[in-house]
């Protein structure tokens, strides 16, 4: 028997891989990818936040066991990332954090305070005062569809609006297809420090209502600094593959800005300015039988 795995921090891992074509597999304790020919690709699974698992890909139980107590999650999506199926859970794994993501969401003011925090994040600037989360969407919005033209007149493509179907993807003009495969990068990895930090991806605060509500908040506080710029020079040049370029574009971006280092520290940041303390324990819980071992990795963790 190996002896039990160690999370390591998110902060401290690649942000993420795509694999296609191939059965994941476990060989000599090694996570691995083999494909039709017989050869075996090594995946370092416990140094990786989120692996993406594209069409014409197998994974055993025993792979996804390991992803799963290595912390790393795994995330069924469609051709170039543009459809999210499924997705494993690795974290999510502190109730403490739970209830307070949910206290802070069901208590207005408390969910008005964050949603102002989001905004300044997001813009560099204070919100309007005396102002309603549905009236601070709106302006939101507003702004974003005014960032989307400057950044696609800056790399000189045609914008015509956020705008595609998924199920007819190849119909999507190429601004929209690249935008579409950059943001579900980024989707990817914020699902995987939402888990990592303990919180929920369904309790969002400006986003209600879907299985990723808080990662498409936490998201879009990210994705204007490099993402939809680079995707848009992307979208301006001829590429055989535009979808892969962004990726490949996401990848480098993400480690050389170090981007899981800031995540989890931004999702604190965000909470915290809802003023609310995390829950303490009820009088007559009790501990638990077996103490959890002290572990490296982020608080949301499995141990």
């Known amino acids: 028997m190996l002896p039990p795995l160690k999370p390591i921090a998110m902060k401290e891992r690649v942000s993420m891989v795509f694999i296609e074509k191939g059965q994941i597999d476990v060989k000599d304790g090694a996570f691995v990818v083999i494909d039709e020919t017989g050869i075996r690709t090594h995946i370092p699974v416990g140094s990786i936040a989120c692996i993406m698992l594209e069409p014409g890909t197998r994974v055993s139980h025993h792979a996804a066991a390991l ?34 993501q949910a206290k802070l969401a069901l208590d207005d003011a408390a969910r008005l305070k964050v949603v102002r925090k989001m905004y300044e994040i997001r813009f560099g600037e204070k919100p309007p005062e005396r102002r309603s989360v549905e009236q601070l969407r709106g302006i939101e919005g507003a702004r974003v569809k005014k960032i989307y033209q400057m950044l696609a007149k800056q790399a000189g493509v ?27 990068c980024l989707y990817g990895i914020c699902e995987a420090a939402v888990l990592a930090a303990g919180y929920a991806p369904a309790i969002g605060f400006i986003h209600t209502g879907k299985p990723l509500s808080f990662v498409y908040d936490i998201a879009d506080l990210f994705k204007f600094d490099d993402i939809i710029p680079h995707a848009f020079k992307i979208a301006a040049k001829n590429y055989r593959d535009p979808e892969r370029e962004v990726r490949l574009m996401c990848r480098d971006i993400f480690r050389q800005t170090k981007i899981l280092r800031k995540i989890i520290p931004t999702i604190e940041e965000v909470l915290a300015a809802g003023e609310l303390e995390l829950p303490k324990p009820a009088e007559e819980s009790i501990a638990p039988a077996i103490p959890n071992p002290e572990g490296i990795g982020d608080v949301g963790h499995r141990s």
């Open 67 to 100: 992803a799963a107590r290595a912390g790393t999650l795994l995330v069924w999506v469609g051709e170039a990332g543009v459809r999210l199926y499924a997705a494993g859970q690795p974290g999510g794994a502190r109730s403490d954090r739970l209830l307070y």
């Open 158 to 184: 045609e914008w015509k609006g956020r705008n595609y179907d998924p199920s007819q993807w190849d119909m999507s003009d190429m601004p929209n297809r690249c935008v579409s495969s950059a943001t579900a």
